[in-house]
């Protein structure tokens, strides 16, 4: 289910029908991130006894990827127009 959302937020961003495959790493970074993350959805930071762990936002999971998906988008209008006759 994890893998399925990070899939459908990513076609949602790169504006397409699937996930190239040379950016299927993107799926599987953010999938390990939100399961190691599983049962602290909720929180920001948790500190134990001088151990500290700090989350990323849910929505900024896309962030670290922008330039890639931006690059990616922007492949896919090379050599791309319209031609209208009159």
Known sequence: ?????????????????????RLKYIVVEIAVRRYNRLGSEGMQSDSVEGHSIT????????????????????????GRGKVMFF
């Open 1 to 21: 289910m994890i893998i399925e959302n990070i899939e459908s937020h990513l076609i949602y961003l790169l504006e397409k029908d699937n996930v190239p495959e």
């Open 55 to 78: 989350f990323y936002d849910l929505e900024k999971d896309f962030e670290p990827y922008q330039a890639i998906i931006d690059k990616e988008t922007k492949r896919e209008g090379i």
